[in-house]
Protein backbone atom coordinates (compact mmCIF):
# COMPACT_ATOMS: atom_id res chain seq x y z
CA UNK A 1 0.00 0.00 0.00
CA UNK A 2 1.47 3.23 -0.97
CA UNK A 3 1.99 6.25 1.43
CA UNK A 4 -0.38 9.12 1.67
CA UNK A 5 1.61 12.25 0.00
CA UNK A 6 1.08 15.22 2.04
CA UNK A 7 2.47 17.87 4.82
CA UNK A 8 1.10 18.62 8.53
CA UNK A 9 2.47 21.61 10.66
CA UNK A 10 2.83 21.92 14.45
CA UNK A 11 3.78 24.84 16.07
CA UNK A 12 6.20 24.66 19.89
CA UNK A 13 3.44 26.83 20.99
CA UNK A 14 0.39 28.37 19.57
CA UNK A 15 0.12 31.16 22.05
CA UNK A 16 3.66 32.88 22.23
CA UNK A 17 3.87 35.83 24.15
CA UNK A 18 4.67 39.27 22.48
CA UNK A 19 7.26 39.57 20.29
CA UNK A 20 8.29 35.38 21.43
CA UNK A 21 10.30 33.67 18.39
CA UNK A 22 8.68 30.21 18.50
CA UNK A 23 9.34 27.15 16.12
CA UNK A 24 7.17 25.95 13.34
CA UNK A 25 7.53 22.30 11.94
CA UNK A 26 6.44 20.85 8.39
CA UNK A 27 6.37 16.81 9.09
CA UNK A 28 6.66 15.81 5.30
CA UNK A 29 4.90 12.28 4.16
CA UNK A 30 5.39 10.58 1.26
CA UNK A 31 7.10 13.51 -1.15
CA UNK A 32 10.39 12.88 -2.62
CA UNK A 33 10.69 15.69 -5.24
CA UNK A 34 8.34 18.81 -4.34
CA UNK A 35 7.92 22.28 -3.71
CA UNK A 36 6.42 23.63 -0.42
CA UNK A 37 5.25 27.39 -0.11
CA UNK A 38 4.60 28.07 3.63
CA UNK A 39 2.75 31.92 4.39
CA UNK A 40 2.90 33.29 7.30
CA UNK A 41 0.69 35.41 8.57
CA UNK A 42 0.99 39.47 8.07
CA UNK A 43 2.52 40.80 11.63
CA UNK A 44 4.59 37.33 12.00
CA UNK A 45 8.43 37.52 10.90
CA UNK A 46 10.53 35.14 9.73
CA UNK A 47 13.85 34.23 11.84
CA UNK A 48 15.78 31.37 10.63
CA UNK A 49 16.06 27.55 9.70
CA UNK A 50 18.44 25.08 9.76
CA UNK A 51 17.29 23.48 6.65
CA UNK A 52 19.58 23.60 4.23
CA UNK A 53 20.53 26.48 2.42
CA UNK A 54 21.95 25.92 -0.73
CA UNK A 55 19.01 27.37 -2.66
CA UNK A 56 16.23 24.82 -1.16
CA UNK A 57 14.89 28.02 0.95
CA UNK A 58 13.62 31.11 -0.40
CA UNK A 59 11.69 34.13 1.24
CA UNK A 60 9.66 36.38 -0.17
CA UNK A 61 7.36 39.09 1.59
CA UNK A 62 5.49 36.57 4.04
CA UNK A 63 5.96 33.66 2.12
CA UNK A 64 8.65 30.60 2.26
CA UNK A 65 9.65 28.50 -0.29
CA UNK A 66 11.07 25.35 0.49
CA UNK A 67 12.54 22.57 -1.92
CA UNK A 68 11.96 19.34 -0.61
CA UNK A 69 14.30 16.36 -1.62
CA UNK A 70 13.29 13.12 0.11
CA UNK A 71 13.12 15.03 3.44
CA UNK A 72 10.83 14.29 6.55
CA UNK A 73 10.64 17.39 8.41
CA UNK A 74 11.80 21.26 7.99
CA UNK A 75 11.78 23.45 10.81
CA UNK A 76 11.88 27.49 10.92
CA UNK A 77 11.66 29.99 13.48
CA UNK A 78 9.21 33.05 13.71
CA UNK A 79 8.90 35.72 16.01
CA UNK A 80 5.60 36.58 17.22
CA UNK A 81 4.43 40.30 16.98
CA UNK A 82 3.73 42.59 20.07
CA UNK A 83 -0.19 41.05 20.30
CA UNK A 84 -2.64 39.90 17.81
CA UNK A 85 -3.23 36.57 15.43
CA UNK A 86 -2.86 34.87 12.76
CA UNK A 87 -3.22 31.72 10.22
CA UNK A 88 -0.37 30.03 8.95
CA UNK A 89 -1.19 28.61 5.26
CA UNK A 90 0.42 26.47 2.86
CA UNK A 91 0.58 24.26 0.21
CA UNK A 92 2.68 21.79 -1.77
CA UNK A 93 3.35 20.23 -5.52
CA UNK A 94 4.69 16.84 -6.03
CA UNK A 95 7.07 17.43 -8.79
CA UNK A 96 6.85 13.19 -9.67
CA UNK A 97 3.66 12.13 -8.75
CA UNK A 98 2.28 15.77 -10.19
CA UNK A 99 -0.29 15.95 -7.05
CA UNK A 100 -0.63 18.60 -5.24
CA UNK A 101 -2.47 19.75 -1.92
CA UNK A 102 -2.80 22.75 0.76
CA UNK A 103 -1.35 22.39 4.83
CA UNK A 104 -4.34 22.88 7.19
CA UNK A 105 -4.60 26.25 8.04
CA UNK A 106 -3.51 26.71 11.61
CA UNK A 107 -3.96 29.81 13.88
CA UNK A 108 -1.33 31.73 15.93
CA UNK A 109 -2.47 33.99 18.95
CA UNK A 110 -0.11 36.01 21.04
CA UNK A 111 -1.01 35.62 24.54
CA UNK A 112 -0.07 39.16 26.84
CA UNK A 113 -0.81 37.00 29.92
CA UNK A 114 1.32 33.84 29.14
CA UNK A 115 3.86 32.44 31.59
CA UNK A 116 6.99 33.47 28.63
CA UNK A 117 5.74 36.95 28.91
CA UNK A 118 5.24 37.22 32.73
CA UNK A 119 8.88 36.19 32.36
CA UNK A 120 9.63 38.56 30.07
CA UNK A 121 8.71 41.22 32.41
CA UNK A 122 10.48 39.85 35.67
CA UNK A 123 13.89 39.76 33.46
CA UNK A 124 13.04 43.14 31.65
CA UNK A 125 12.83 44.79 35.24
CA UNK A 126 16.20 42.90 36.13
CA UNK A 127 17.87 43.91 33.32
CA UNK A 128 20.35 46.81 33.60
CA UNK A 129 17.87 48.86 30.66
CA UNK A 130 15.64 48.04 33.35
CA UNK A 131 17.08 49.86 36.54
CA UNK A 132 19.12 52.52 34.70
CA UNK A 133 16.34 54.79 34.93
CA UNK A 134 16.74 54.89 38.86
CA UNK A 135 20.49 54.43 38.88
CA UNK A 136 20.92 57.70 36.62
CA UNK A 137 19.31 59.78 39.03
CA UNK A 138 20.57 58.82 42.04
CA UNK A 139 23.49 59.29 40.10
CA UNK A 140 22.50 62.69 39.16
CA UNK A 141 21.12 63.65 42.96
CA UNK A 142 24.64 62.63 43.73
CA UNK A 143 26.60 65.12 41.42
CA UNK A 144 24.30 67.65 42.73
CA UNK A 145 24.91 67.13 46.14
CA UNK A 146 28.63 67.07 46.26
CA UNK A 147 29.57 69.80 43.31
CA UNK A 148 26.84 72.23 45.51
CA UNK A 149 28.97 70.98 48.67
CA UNK A 150 32.15 71.61 47.08
CA UNK A 151 31.02 75.12 46.31
CA UNK A 152 29.64 75.85 49.68
CA UNK A 153 32.82 75.01 50.85
CA UNK A 154 34.91 77.25 48.79
CA UNK A 155 32.84 80.26 49.72
CA UNK A 156 33.12 79.77 53.50
CA UNK A 157 36.76 78.92 53.23
Do not use: H
Not at 27 to 50: C, D, M, N, Q, R
Not at 116 to 123: L, N
Amino acid sequence: MAEESGVTRSFSTENPAPNEEFDVTLTISGLKAAGIVESIPEGFTYVETEYPGDGRVDVSGQNLVFSVLDDGEIVYRVKAPASGSGTFEGRWNDILNQEEGTIRAAEVSVDPDSKAAEDQKAEAEKSPAGILPGITGVLAAVFVVVRNGRRGKKRGQ
